[in-house]
């Protein structure tokens, strides 16, 4: 009986997460000309319409949250199946970083929070560079979203043989009773101190393992101190 329930429910999960990969799939399709046609939008209100420069901006803003909504959704659906693609080649740390910090910094200056970056030697080795850009877009986002404007350090270095990227926040840190299940998937809990539907943390820790590293959080550390460690290759 126990087996045939089990049967059933991987079924019914196994159904739910090609439905959210179809849905997926057809909302970017929906989206895609929405976002094409924004960012005409915002580029004839720059030149003829300034007064509308601020609406348009945040249509566009909206959307590429929906984007990236959807997206995480679908991430999750192919790291539960198993199916995610992964594209080694060789990658510095710091790169990855610059780039992330450059594209996160407009966010960190609404807070306001002072995002800084530490490195002083290539960190460099064979990993998936889309999935360690979305790694680190991931957790400095949560922590400009819950520093409460205070210092953001971003850090790469080598650990032994192994590379690491810390991303620690001097805000007010996770509690206490949130951490056993921070990197848990859809625990309501996370989501006071974690991603929309609480899948940001779970994506992050998904893609770490899948490379074979991991990610923790270190508790010893004063405010929200993320480390992840990755096999250099």
Known sequence: ?????????QERLEARD??????????RNAIAPLSLLADHFEQLALTSHPQLTSKVGMLSRNLR????????????SSLRAGKLALDFQHVDLRDVVDE?????????????????VYYTTPVQGWWDRERITQVLRNLVTNAIRYSEGAPIEVST??????????????GPGV????????????????????SAFGVGLFVVKALCEAMGGSVRLDDTASGARFCVTLPRG
């Open 65 to 76: 949250k929906l984007t990236s909504t959807v997206d995480r959704l679908a991430e999750v």
């Open 1 to 9: 009986m126990c087996d045939c329930g089990c049967a059933a429910l």
């Open 157 to 170: 270095q080598f650990s032994g043989r192994e590379a690491e990227i810390v991303v620690h926040d001097q």
């Open 100 to 116: 992330v910090s450059r594209e996160l910094a407009p966010e960190a200056a609404k807070v306001p929070a002072d995002l800084r």
């Open 175 to 194: 509690p206490v009773e949130l951490r056993e299940h921070l990197f848990d998937r859809f625990d309501h809990k996370t989501t006071n101190r974690g």
């Open 18 to 27: 090609k439905f959210i990969g179809v849905l997926g799939h057809e909302l």
